[in-house]
Nanobody, 121 residues
């Protein structure tokens, strides 16, 4: 098991910024990728950003140029810097930790509890 705890959500006005944090812990595994997803009421969960264990980064089109994903290996933490928030960004944001585990390198995914982001003027 890999505990995953997300934090940093809150209320912001359009144009403001927030930074989400996701702490994870464990041993005997290697990181396949870390990701941030969001889901608004009545909509499908969508990828915001992801970073692989090798450092490759990708963003969803809706947040590209505004959000930045980063990782602090020493703190076992992945961040999502959310700049220039827009009225369409409110959602529950989830952190995903995808790992390789065991001799056969089985793929396991773990999710944080979600943190709410609200954007209103």
């Amino acid at each position: 098991q890999v505990p995953v705890v997300a934090s940093g959500g809150g209320m912001a006005q359009p144009g403001w910024f927030l930074r989400l944090s996701c702490e994870f812990s464990g041993s005997s595994f290697s990181i396949k990728q870390l990701g941030w997803y969001r889901q608004a009421p009545g909509k499908e969960r969508e990828l915001c950003a992801q970073i692989t264990g090798g450092g490759s980064i990708g963003y969803g089109d809706s947040v590209k140029g505004r959000f930045t994903i980063s990782r602090d290996n020493a703190k076992n933490t992945v961040y999502l810097q959310m700049n220039n928030l827009k009225p369409e960004d409110p959602a529950e944001y989830y952190c995903q930790v995808d790992i390789w585990h065991g001799a056969l390198r089985h793929d396991y995914s773990y999710w944080g509890q979600g943190t709410q982001v609200t954007v209103s003027s």
